[in-house]
């Protein structure tokens, strides 16, 4: 990921600027000019959130006021995109909030459909969805029929639950049903670009009604696409982990006929920042070829002496009646920034099908209080 000046840096301000003051000469943009020399030690959202600002002291009048200079921007340059429209998505969906009223919400709407080309109004959006959402949806839908990508991918996209770096719209986190015909729509899309994000939205819906992603994914599969497989697949992959029945069902991981030799661990003490290693073997017990999804789940010991599960891929196979497979993998406890280990007991176990085997435990040592030696 590039760095929030490689982004919104001053270039990309100061050429915001320039494109403003091309169509709008007579706007002295006070504000605007001063936001690129304040930059510097912000995260990226603050740089965009601070431009965005500026812009709206700039054009302090009404919705149509600063509406009609973005147009024009539009219009008449081709360089008016990337970076600098996040914040210019952003004041304009501000302003028709606080408007309040129907014209500038539904012209709001248009105008962050016309610019999402230019850089996605996926952000954007989430100010208009909070503010009237079944007129907004209402418009997104109309959306899943645009001849341009970005915009169809907008209507998803936009509209997910957990959108990563995007404020929570809480009408469709509690009812994501709300966003099904949206997604319906799209799930066929001819761009893999959309179908990604159709894919992803979906999944997120699965945080809370891994019913509804199932049952939605079982009508998808009934009416697919050569493309459908690989987006349901991409779609179900939370719940995959989590064993879901009926997630792994759909992909045809059936109940498993298998017999498993393990976890076994190789070391019942891992040092700190180690690694931990396991072997087992999954033999086909079965008369018939069975399809396995075969993960290992590592159960780490929290500072309260609990123990909290994550679960890694292993691997997917089909193994013949009576044939053998022998798993061998190496798990490091080196530190990284996304977690934090704690010393004393944890385990490892296998999950096949979505069924756990037992666990084999082990304990990592505590880190050096001679971090030289």
């Given at each position: 990921m590039p760095f929030a000046d490689q982004l919104i840096g001053v270039d990309v301000a100061e050429r915001l600027v320039h494109e403003i003051h091309a169509v709008d000469p007579q706007c002295s943009l006070e504000n605007l000019?001063?936001?690129?020399?304040?930059?510097?030690?912000?995260?990226?959202?603050?740089?965009?959130?601070?431009?965005?600002?500026?812009?709206?002291?700039?054009?302090?009048?009404?919705?149509?006021?600063?509406?009609?200079?973005?147009?024009?921007?539009?219009?008449?340059?081709?360089?008016?995109s990337g970076w600098m429209i996040w914040p210019v998505t952003s004041a304009v969906a501000t302003r028709a909030d606080s408007e309040n009223t129907t014209a500038s919400f539904t012209d709001a709407m248009a105008l962050l459909g016309l610019l999402t080309p230019r850089l996605s109004s996926e952000f954007a959006i989430r100010v208009l969805l909070k503010h009237d959402l079944p007129a907004a949806l209402n418009l997104v839908?109309?959306?899943?029929?645009?001849?341009?990508?970005?915009?169809?991918?907008?209507?998803?996209?936009?509209?997910?639950?957990?959108?990563?770096?995007?404020?929570?719209?809480?009408?469709?986190?509690?009812?994501?049903?709300?966003?099904?015909?949206?997604?319906?729509?799209?799930?066929?899309?001819?761009?893999?670009?959309?179908?990604?994000?159709?894919?992803?939205?979906?999944?997120?819906?699965?945080?809370?009604?891994?019913?509804?992603?199932?049952?939605?994914?079982?009508?998808?599969?009934?009416?697919?696409?050569?493309?459908?497989?690989?987006?349901?697949?991409?779609?179900?992959?939370?719940?995959?982990?989590?064993?879901?029945?009926?997630?792994?069902?759909?992909?045809?991981?059936?109940?498993?006929?298998v017999e498993i030799n393990g976890p076994l661990i190789h070391e019942s003490q891992v040092p700190w920042g180690g690694t931990v290693n396991f072997t087992a073997t999954v033999r086909n017990t079965g008369a018939e070829p069975?399809?396995?999804?075969?993960?290992y789940v590592l159960h780490h010991q929290k500072a309260n002496g609990s123990t909290t599960a994550k679960v890694f891929k292993l691997t997917t196979r089909t193994l013949s009646p009576d044939e053998t497979l022998d798993i061998a993998r190496s798990h490091s406890f080196k530190a990284i920034t996304t977690r934090h280990y704690y010393p004393g007991t944890h385990s490892v176990s296998l999950q096949v099908n979505g069924v756990p085997t037992d666990t084999a435990e082990f304990e990592l040592l505590p880190e050096p209080t001679d971090k030289s030696s």
């Open positions: 000019r001063s936001a690129t020399k304040i930059l510097d030690p912000l995260s990226l959202r603050e740089r965009s959130d601070a431009l965005r600002d500026a812009l709206l002291t700039d054009y302090p009048e009404s919705y149509t006021q600063l509406a009609n200079v973005v147009k024009k921007a539009a219009e008449t340059s081709q360089t008016f839908q109309q959306w899943t029929d645009s001849s341009d990508e970005h915009v169809r991918r907008l209507a998803s996209e936009g509209t997910r639950p957990y959108l990563p770096w995007a404020v929570r719209v809480p009408q469709i986190v509690n009812d994501p049903a709300c966003t099904i015909p949206i997604l319906d729509a799209l799930y066929r899309d001819e761009s893999e670009y959309v179908r990604r994000s159709v894919a992803n939205h979906l999944n997120d819906i699965s945080r809370h009604d891994p019913e509804l992603v199932t049952s939605t994914a079982q009508r998808w599969m009934q009416a697919p696409e050569a493309t459908t497989p690989k987006l349901v697949k991409h779609a179900l992959r939370t719940l995959i982990k989590k064993g879901n029945p009926a997630a792994l069902a759909l992909l045809g991981f059936g109940t498993p006929t069975t399809q396995l999804a075969i993960d």
